[in-house]
């Protein structure tokens, strides 16, 4: 997941929500895009703690905290392509490997990152649709991540309507996969 929003990063065509406010809030204050990930990651998990009166499962902090680290590694590897044709490229690319990164993280069920655990919280403290609610957050966040200068673009358009989908896909293909691999597990290795 952290290749492909360092992909979508290093395009320069338009990031994802998320990640023009993390951009946005690097050219303002300082500090590595990833570490904006990682603070922002800590602050939601304090608000869905607060919300849920729940603590995170571990996968919630790991993802937190890999995620954000391997940004920052993979940006000082990547570099901007110079034509358009491969920054088109490096951007489609970018959004399905983030998309599949997305669904192999939440396949094993260890936890929802902090986005996606504010949202489960929100949707369910409030009644409201995960949808109604995650276009809310995302609307909020691209808003002020613009105001502070992120960088919206046409790979901020493209993300918001192919990663759903990407991400239904990969999360199928990865629930599947993971489920026939306990199951198999579980035939083979029980000990009873």
Not at 96 to 124: E, N, Q, T
Request: proline share 4%; charged share 10%; aromatic share 10%.
């Amino acid at each position: 997941m952290s290749f492909g929003i360092a992909l979508m990063i290093t395009a320069e065509l338009g990031s994802a929500p998320w990640d023009v406010l993390h951009i946005g809030l690097t050219n303002h204050f300082g500090l590595t895009i990833g570490t904006w990930t990682v603070i922002m990651g800590s602050l939601l998990l304090l608000l869905s703690t607060f919300i849920s009166k729940e603590w995170p499962k571990l996968g919630a902090y790991l993802n937190m905290i890999f995620v954000g680290m391997f940004v920052d590694i993979f940006l000082i590897l990547l570099q901007t392509p110079p034509s358009l044709m491969a920054k088109g490229f490096m951007l489609i690319l970018g959004i399905i490997i983030m998309g599949f990164g997305i669904g192999v993280y939440i396949s094993p069920r260890c936890g929802a990152g902090p986005r996606d655990s504010v949202m489960l919280a929100i949707s369910h403290k409030t009644g409201a649709s995960v949808a109604k609610v995650r276009i809310f957050m995302e609307i909020l966040v691209l808003a002020l991540g613009w105001t502070l200068g992120g960088p919206v673009f046409i790979g901020t358009i493209l993300f918001s309507l192919l990663i759903g989908h990407i991400t239904g896909i990969s999360l199928n293909f990865c629930q599947h996969w993971i489920d026939r691999r306990m199951e198999r597990g579980m035939n083979v290795e029980n000990i009873n």
